[in-house]
């Protein structure tokens, strides 16, 4: 019997070894198939996960760019959208054309005696005219950062200049609109400064200097004046070091030469401080309660 099988075997064998060699690569096939599909199957979702992770860094840098922007749109700047402020804006500036101190008082929460001296000294000012009134939200409820545009007639000059000026107004306790009048409130000023520097605050200075200079390039008589007026000596900045300066009205004296510097206090008209030295910016430093401070040139004399 055992002679047959291996007869049988003998006879048999190279089929055996063909049926295992096939055998065999099947197995290798099928794990190779498996290990290469296996393969891809990893890479795959990494490639998903990457993309999804893009996605979402793209939607979530698009989501703050549409918050900054809905920011802005929240508070944009309006253009004579409130007819009492439009009314009251529009009071004032012909009340300073006509040298109107009294009626300026009754538009303001306060107008001292140097707010008087400034408009009635100002007899170059004939008129403010086509007066446009652009708002945005102050820091409470019925109170706006205002911006008015103007055409300013000097006397004597044909050509109007174009003209931007910057004003706080709140709602008083009798319910009548009125122009905060106040540099000494430092949150109010540093609200206006803010405002200044949003872009469509930035685009409406930007237009109204072009449209003053376009008048300037078209009147040579009007360029001459604006000149005349930005070139006034200013005695606080001919002054030598040393030498002590008064105060033309109330003013901050501030621990740096610009508007957002912490006040150190305030003087009042009338008071003397002692130069130090010329600034930048138009400031000059002083010396104030016994430390350097700094004072807006054109508030010294």
């Known amino acids: 019997m055992l002679d047959n099988f291996r007869e049988w075997l003998s006879d048999n064998l190279r089929y055996i070894l063909l049926g295992l060699a096939i055998l065999l690569a099947l197995v290798l096939l099928f794990f190779g198939v498996k290990a290469l599909t296996g393969g891809f199957s990893d890479e795959k979702p990494k490639d998903t996960e990457k993309k999804t992770e893009q996605k979402k860094d793209s939607t979530d840098s698009d989501e703050a760019e549409k918050d900054d922007a809905d920011k802005e749109d929240e508070n944009a700047l309006e253009k004579n959208a409130y007819p009492e ?52 939200q102050g820091l409470e409820k019925d109170s706006y950062v205002v911006f008015v545009s ?93 030498d002590m300066l008064t105060a033309k009205e109330d003013c901050n004296v501030r621990a740096d030469s610009t508007t957002n510097a912490e006040i150190l206090g305030r003087l009042k008209a009338g008071d003397q401080v002692k130069k130090l030295e010329n600034g930048e910016d138009n400031w000059i430093k002083v010396e104030y309660n016994g430390q350097e401070a700094y004072v807006y040139a054109d508030l010294l004399q």
Request: aromatic share 8%; with cysteine.
């Open 150 to 242: 103007y055409d300013l007639k000097f006397k004597d000059v044909k050509t109007a200049a174009p003209g931007l000026s910057e004003l706080y107004v709140i709602k008083n306790d009798s319910g009548n609109y009125v122009i905060h009048n106040d540099d000494s409130d430092a949150e109010v000023q540093e609200c206006i400064e803010k405002t200044r520097q949003e872009k469509d605050v930035m685009t409406l200075i930007e237009d109204v200097e072009n449209k003053l200079n376009e008048a300037m390039a078209s009147d040579a008589e009007l360029k001459a004046f604006e000149e005349k007026l930005g070139k006034e000596v200013n005695t606080a900045q001919m002054a030598d070091n040393g």
């Open 85 to 136: 402020v439009n009314a009251l804006i529009e009071s004032f500036y012909t009340a300073w054309g006509q040298k109107d101190v009294a009626k300026m008082k009754e538009l303001t929460d306060n107008f001292d005696a140097t707010d008087e001296a400034k408009v009635t000294n100002a007899t170059y000012i004939e008129s403010y005219d086509n007066i446009v009134v652009y708002t945005k």
